[in-house]
């Protein structure tokens, strides 16, 4: 990870001189999400094995600007490779981000630890 995102800022410096290069477009999308009370929708991913393998605190960004705080729940089953990316929003809200299979478990590069 640490490698792709040297590689990004290194190419940045070259983006930036190259000529009629337009820049990418960022916009706000909506895409359909299951929501409800986060003690229904963390069912979802324990009906498929999956437990916690990270979460984090985080700062979702509306269109105006304004921040919601968020916490985030990365459920995996290591023996069926399935995961499940949670967002919940507060007491009364968790929505499924995304989920899948045939998940890879990359390694981390401990020379620089984040968090604790």
Known sequence: M????ASIL????????AENVEAPQIFWAQKPVQCGD????IKIPEQYGEKPMMTGDGL???PNGSGLPV???FGVNTET???TLIEINGENQACVLGSGKNLTLI???NSNKVGT
């Open 2 to 5: 640490k490698k792709l995102i």
């Open 10 to 17: 290194v190419c940045m410096p070259i983006v930036a001189f």
């Open 38 to 41: 986060p003690k229904d929708i």
């Open 60 to 62: 979702a960004v509306l």
């Open 71 to 73: 916490r985030i729940v």
């Open 81 to 83: 490779g399935t995961w």
């Open 107 to 109: 390694k981390p590069d």
